[in-house]
T-cell receptor, first 113, second 114 residues
Framework: GENVEQHPSTLSVQEGDSAVIKCTYS??????FPWYKQELGKRPQLIID?????GEKKDQRIAVTLNKTAKHFSLHITETQPEDSAVYFC????????????FGTGTRLLVSP | DSGVTQTPKHLITATGQRVTLRCSPR?????VYWYQQSLDQGLQFLIQ???????AKGNILERFSAQQFPDLHSELNLSSLELGDSALYFC?????????????FGQGTRLTVV
């Protein structure tokens, strides 16, 4: 089955810096890669996703890149702000059949003012 | 508000007991996923139901079981509870059986086993 590894487990940056979180997946058939943000004590919420027919997707200060050959994808946050502090989870799944969404172990991002 | 409702929000119970967690998916969503999140841990997939049928299973203990009812709400039953079962339990719903669309999470049920 699918396995998703996520690095780093914690990331501390200064406000205004960029942050990059990386994930690798094992199943080459996976074709959907969402990123979820979980603030302390709250539910995970989707912030951006990418499908395997696209190499990059951007939404304001966040972007995701996908390298299908290497089976890895990354989340990029530019001009970080204190409110970006949260745990970020990557995930992978397939669109065919009834597939489960497999999450990475999470990255705790701390943005210091 | 994601549209996914979980009850109760908090649950405190003793070891050896049995509890039932309830999840109502977003209106129209057919698929329900259950995840366990232990303290400072990731989201561990437990089980998925689609339109009343079990579709995928993760590392769910034999002491745990789930079902999805005709009205599409789902229940997760945890029995013979142990201290290590203390965790935040999330359910999420998607519109289809595939996991290639946004999953909407409920607010979670925090289970504390004492």
């Amino acid at each position: 089955g699918e396995n998703v590894e996520q690095h780093p487990s914690t990331l501390s940056v200064q406000e205004g810096d960029s942050a990059v979180i990386k994930c690798t997946y094992s199943d080459s058939a996976s074709n959907y890669f969402p990123w979820y943000k979980q603030e302390l004590g709250k539910r995970p919420q989707l912030i951006i996703d990418i499908r395997s027919n696209v190499g990059e997707k951007k939404d304001q200060r966040i972007a995701v890149t996908l390298n299908k050959t290497a089976k890895h994808f990354s989340l990029h946050i530019t001009e970080t702000q204190p409110e970006d502090s949260a745990v970020y989870f990557c995930a992978a799944s397939m669109s065919t059949g009834f597939q489960k969404l497999v999450f990475g172990t999470g990255t705790r991002l701390l943005v210091s003012p | 508000d994601s549209g996914v409702t979980q009850t109760p929000k908090h649950l405190i119970t003793a070891t050896g007991q049995r509890v039932t967690l309830r999840c109502s998916p977003r209106s129209g969503d057919l698929s329900v996923y259950w995840y366990q999140q232990s303290l400072d841990q990731g989201l561990q997939f437990l089980i998925q139901y689609y339109n009343g049928e079990e579709r995928a299973k993760g590392n769910i203990l034999e002491r745990f079981s789930a079902q999805q009812f005709p009205d599409l709400h789902s229940e997760l039953n945890l029995s013979s509870l142990e201290l290590g079962d203390s965790a935040l339990y999330f359910c999420a719903s998607t519109g289809t059986g595939g996991a290639d669309t946004e999953a909407f999470f409920g607010q979670g049920t925090r289970l504390t086993v004492v």
